[in-house]
């Protein structure tokens, strides 16, 4: 079994059926680009694998093990624990204005050590020197992530005093305390300017060096040609084809690859 594997997953709002029924699948350490035209079905196929929606039908299974089910109901608890299977990067980032860089990281992580702990010591003195020393330790957790991202200068800067590369940079430290199985990144880039573009670019690339399960949506052609294992095209709510960049890039097999790389291509 791949390291995540969906299977016939579908999904509608309303009478507008999205997803069609996707089978995809991804090993550990692979980098994929998922590429296709504007309302083909690519966010919302991130937001089923990352649950802010839930599919209609089909499964997800990551790593052998976690499995969601469609057909079956979960507690929100159970939500909340798949959520922190897979992570989401948006292109809009979505940090905390009113928060540090720092903040931005570790608050989300120092939130679930505070459930954990409560969970485990309900009173008492115990608990809140735990509380202490688990706030040190997601504190220094997100400084790492943000030299990671190259961005240890800027840990006490608001998200207004830092430019959008490094605003996405920030937002790809936070998806990453987590530990996701899968980073997922709905275009990352598409709301920079190009120079800023390249370092968020270059931080994806890392990532994928140091062995991370990355699945990304991007129009940046050249980036998922030269920097993804694999590249899959989207097209109304199916996949049309999927390949190495080579064969999807040089040697696409579908007519509607083919038109949409022209389409691109001329942009
Ligand atoms: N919450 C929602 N309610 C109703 N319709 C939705 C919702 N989210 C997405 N859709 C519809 O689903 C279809 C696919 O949208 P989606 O955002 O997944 O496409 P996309 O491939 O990410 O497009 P783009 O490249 O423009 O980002 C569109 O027709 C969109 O209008
Ligand atoms: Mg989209």
């Known amino acids: 079994m791949a390291f995540l594997e969906v299977k ?17 699948s991804m090993e550990r350490g692979e980098a994929v680009a998922l590429i296709g035209a504007s309302g083909g079905g690519k966010t919302t196929f991130l937001r089923c694998l990352n649950f ?13 093990g976690f499995s969601f089910d469609a057909e079956r109901e979960y507690k929100s608890s159970q939500i909340r624990e798949m959520c922190l299977q897979m992570g989401l990067v948006f292109q809009s980032f979505n940090l905390f204005p009113q928060y540090t860089a720092l903040q931005n990281v570790y608050i989300p992580l120092h939130l679930r050590s505070k459930e954990r702990i409560k969970a485990k010591y309900p009173f008492g003195k115990q608990r809140r020197q735990k509380i202490a ?5 997601d504190k220094a957790r997100a400084l790492e992530l943000l030299s990671d991202v190259g961005l240890s200068a800027k840990a006490n800067n608001y998200p207004c005093q830092l430019s959008g590369g490094q605003q996405q940079r920030v937002a790809i430290a936070r998806a990453l305390a987590e530990n996701p199985a899968v980073l997922c990144f709905d275009e990352p880039t598409s709301a920079l300017d190009p120079e ?13 060096d140091k062995g991370c399960t990355l699945l990304i949506v991007t129009h940046e052609m050249d980036f998922a040609e030269h920097a993804c294992d694999r590249v899959v095209f989207f097209a109304d709510g199916r996949i049309e084809e999927q390949g190495t960049p080579e064969e999807v890039f040089h040697n696409p097999k579908s007519p ?9 291509h001329e942009d």
């Open 8 to 24: 016939n997953l579908k999904k509608s709002f309303g009478e507008t059926k999205v997803l069609h029924g996707i089978d995809f």
């Open 52 to 64: 802010l929606e839930m599919a209609d039908e089909g499964t997800i299974t990551i790593d052998g």
């Open 133 to 137: 020393e688990a706030l040190e330790k």
């Open 196 to 208: 800023l573009t390249d370092e968020v670019l270059r931080v994806i690339r890392e990532l994928k």
């Open 256 to 264: 509607k690859t083919a038109a949409f790389l022209r389409r691109s």
